[in-house]
């Protein structure tokens, strides 16, 4: 398996040490209006102290400069975040994680 860089501007999310996943697609599909789609991505971020925190963020499509925070919780939460997503933005239930080298 090769180690790659999430694309741009997700590559700007991700510091050395985090843990980038990239969870799927929001689409036509989900019922959610244009400005509610995107691209959805898993961070574990590595603080300087040692603590993590995880975060889900969507891309919007329409201008991907423009970055959502959806969730962030303590820890390793990669869990339950996937869980809200699943729940609450309207990816398919065969989205899984993609993980990516940071």
Same mark, same amino acid.
Do not use: F
């Given at each position: 398996?090769?180690?790659?860089?999430?694309?741009?501007?997700?590559?700007?999310?991700?510091?050395?040490?985090?843990?980038?996943?990239?969870?799927?697609?929001?689409?036509?599909?989900?019922?959610?209006? *244009? /400005? $509610?789609?995107?691209? @959805?991505?898993?961070?574990?971020? =590595?603080? &300087?102290?040692?603590?993590?925190?995880?975060?889900?963020?969507?891309?919007? *499509? /329409? $201008?991907?400069?423009? @970055?959502?925070?959806?969730?962030? =919780?303590? &820890?390793?939460?990669?869990?339950?975040?996937?869980?809200?997503?699943?729940?609450?933005?309207?990816?398919?239930?065969?989205?899984?994680?993609?993980?990516?080298?940071?």
């Amino acid at each position: 398996m090769i180690a790659v860089l999430p694309p741009p501007p997700a590559s700007l999310l991700v510091r050395p040490g985090d843990r980038a996943m990239r969870m799927g697609w929001v689409g036509e599909a989900s019922g959610r209006p *244009p /400005r $509610d789609r995107g691209e @959805v991505w898993i961070v574990c971020h =590595a603080a &300087g102290n040692g603590e993590r925190w995880t975060h889900l963020y969507r891309i919007d *499509p /329409r $201008d991907p400069r423009t @970055v959502y925070l959806e969730r962030a =919780a303590p &820890g390793e939460s990669v869990a339950a975040l996937r869980r809200w997503a699943l729940r609450h933005l309207g990816l398919a239930q065969g989205a899984g994680l993609v993980p990516l080298a940071a």
